[in-house]
C-alpha cells in the first residue's frame, strides 16, 4: 500500500514563506518521480513542480520558477516544496504525487501520476 502524507500548509501572508512536505511509504514502493500540484477553489489542479527520486532531476512551473525550490531527502522519504514570496494567488489545496513508471521526460500533468496525498491547504492573505 503506497501512501503519501503532506504537511506544513497553513496561513501565511503575502510575501512569507511556507515548507510543505511529503512522506512517502509503501514497502516495496519505488516512485521514478514525485510531484507537486495544487488546486485553487473553483479551478483545475495545476502542475507546480516536480523531482525525479534517485537523480534528483527536477522540473518547475512558470509560476514556481525563482520563488519555490522542491527537494527531496532519499534517506527520509520524503519531498520537499519550499515556498517563499508567496502571493494570494498561490492559494490552494497543495497535493502529492507519486508515478513508479519511468519516462523521458519528467511528467507535468495529473494523469500521469498515479498515487496522491490527500493534500494540504496554503492560504496566502494580502
Known amino acids: 500500500q503506497v501512501q503519501l502524507v503532506e504537511s506544513g500548509g497553513g496561513l501565511v501572508q503575502a510575501g512569507g514563506t511556507l515548507r510543505l512536505s511529503c512522506v512517502v511509504s509503501g514497502r516495496t514502493f519505488n516512485p521514478y518521480v514525485l510531484g507537486w500540484f495544487r488546486q485553487a477553489p473553483g479551478k483545475e489542479r495545476e502542475f507546480v513542480a516536480a523531482i525525479t527520486w534517485i537523480g534528483g532531476a527536477t522540473i518547475n512551473s512558470d509560476h514556481a520558477k525563482g520563488r519555490f525550490t522542491i527537494s527531496r531527502d532519499y534517506a527520509k522519504n520524503t519531498m520537499y516544496l519550499q515556498m517563499s514570496s508567496l502571493k494570494p494567488g498561490d492559494t490552494a489545496v497543495y497535493y502529492c504525487?507519486?508515478?513508479?513508471?519511468?519516462?523521458?521526460?519528467?511528467?507535468?500533468?495529473?494523469?500521469?501520476?498515479?498515487?496522491w496525498g490527500q493534500g494540504t491547504q496554503v492560504t496566502v492573505s494580502s
Open positions: 504525487a507519486a508515478e513508479s513508471a519511468y519516462s523521458t521526460v519528467i511528467p507535468t500533468t495529473d494523469h500521469e501520476y498515479d498515487f
